[in-house]
């Protein structure tokens, strides 16, 4: 049945890569291992926890029930009222039909590392309408040394959602961030050579198997001891093939909070010495 959607589908998927091909050849380019991985890698199996809460704030090193919970949901319930008064629909394949914004657990597991690390670099990649970026970006608060770095490309095979880029995130915010525009292929390792190493990363971009291994071997190596990432959309071989190389890492699997999607939730060892 799966095959039989992909023949039926490629006439229109050859017509959108032809435009991409035109207005970006180089990321287009980029993209075509990267759905040959997407077609390929099918979901394993995870123990999952189903209450997010209590494991990552154990990883985080921090006390369960969380004082900082309530304004992290107070803060996505306002994200959301700000989409939807732009005319936006939030959620699921929200965003060109095919990413989705960060859903509330993702979101306040994002509030809650940045506060309990106390992080003030922070590296994401995956931006779309910017919810996990203003989740970051509130949190830091007027912190001076805070800031955030966000990579995004933003989606290759259809320009109408483009200017939908990071409207959750108001002006004035934008001091303490920087977008950085590109595929993560191209542009995470030379940001992370220039500002590692970091205290927080966050994966929301491309979730291939290909691009997610990548990514996260290159934040891991950027991260400071005692640094986590976020990693979300796990349901397949990368997060596992990961956890299986780095064994000295504390890791768990959560549910979403808005269906049966996984996140994951990684930290480097806090004697572990710096690879940066
Ligand atoms: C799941 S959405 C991000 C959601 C966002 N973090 C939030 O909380 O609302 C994925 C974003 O990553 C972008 N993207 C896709 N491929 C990418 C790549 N290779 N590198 C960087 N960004 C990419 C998409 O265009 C989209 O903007």
Same mark, same amino acid.
């Given at each position: 049945?799966?095959?039989?959607?992909?023949?039926?589908? %490629?006439?229109r998927?050859?017509?959108?890569?032809?435009?991409?091909?035109a207005?970006?050849? &180089?990321?287009a380019? +980029?993209? =075509?291992?990267? !759905?040959?991985s997407?077609?390929?890698?099918?979901p394993?199996?995870?123990?999952?926890?189903?209450?997010? @809460?209590?494991?990552?704030?154990?990883?985080?090193?921090?006390?369960?029930?969380?004082?900082e919970? +309530?304004?992290? !949901?107070?803060l996505?319930?306002?994200?959301?009222?700000c989409?939807?008064?732009q005319?936006?629909?939030?959620?699921?394949?929200?965003?060109?039909? &095919?990413y989705?914004?960060?859903?509330?657990?993702?979101?306040?597991a994002t509030w809650?590392?940045?506060?309990?690390?106390?992080?003030?670099?922070?590296?994401?990649?995956?931006?779309a309408?910017?919810?996990?970026? /203003?989740?970051? %970006?509130? $949190? =830091? @608060?007027?912190?001076?040394?805070?800031?955030?770095?966000? &990579?995004?490309?933003?989606?290759?095979?259809s320009?109408?959602?483009?200017?939908?880029?990071?409207?959750?995130?108001?002006? /004035?915010? /934008? !001091?303490?961030w920087?977008?950085?525009?590109g595929?993560?292929? /191209?542009?995470?390792?030379?940001l992370l050579?220039k &500002?590692?190493?970091?205290?927080?990363?966050?994966?929301?971009? +491309?979730?291939?198997?290909?691009?997610?291994?990548?990514?996260?071997?290159?934040?891991?190596? $950027? +991260?400071?001891p005692?640094?986590?990432? %976020?990693?979300?959309d796990?349901?397949k071989?990368?997060?596992?093939?990961?956890?299986?190389?780095?064994?000295?890492?504390?890791?768990?699997?959560?549910?979403s909070?808005? @269906?049966?999607?996984?996140? @994951?939730?990684?930290?480097?060892?806090?004697?572990?010495?710096?690879?940066?």
């Amino acid at each position: 049945m799966r095959v039989v959607r992909r023949l039926l589908a %490629l006439p229109r998927d050859l017509v959108l890569f032809a435009r991409a091909m035109a207005a970006d050849p &180089v990321e287009a380019a +980029l993209y =075509i291992p990267e !759905q040959f991985s997407w077609w390929l890698h099918r979901p394993v199996p995870y123990e999952v926890e189903e209450d997010w @809460g209590p494991p990552v704030h154990k990883i985080l090193g921090a006390t369960w029930p969380c004082p900082e919970l +309530l304004s992290a !949901q107070a803060l996505w319930a306002e994200i959301c009222d700000c989409l939807r008064s732009q005319g936006l629909d939030v959620g699921r394949g929200s965003y060109a039909g &095919v990413y989705s914004d960060a859903d509330p657990a993702l979101a306040a597991a994002t509030w809650c590392s940045v506060r309990h690390l106390q992080a003030t670099k922070v590296v994401e990649t995956g931006v779309a309408r910017g919810v996990t970026t /203003r989740m970051v %970006l509130e $949190a =830091i @608060g007027d912190d001076d040394n805070g800031h955030l770095w966000s &990579v995004d490309l933003p989606y290759l095979f259809s320009t109408n959602v483009h200017d939908q880029t990071a409207v959750a995130v108001p002006a /004035r915010l /934008r !001091q303490r961030w920087t977008y950085v525009r590109g595929s993560s292929r /191209r542009r995470l390792k030379p940001l992370l050579a220039k &500002v590692g190493p970091i205290d927080l990363f966050v994966h929301d971009s +491309l979730h291939t198997v290909r691009n997610m291994r990548f990514e996260m071997e290159a934040a891991w190596a $950027a +991260l400071r001891p005692g640094g986590v990432m %976020l990693i979300d959309d796990v349901d397949k071989s990368a997060f596992r093939d990961f956890s299986h190389k780095h064994v000295e890492c504390e890791r768990v699997v959560c549910r979403s909070g808005d @269906g049966p999607w996984l996140f @994951g939730v990684v930290r480097k060892p806090p004697g572990a010495l710096p690879d940066l």
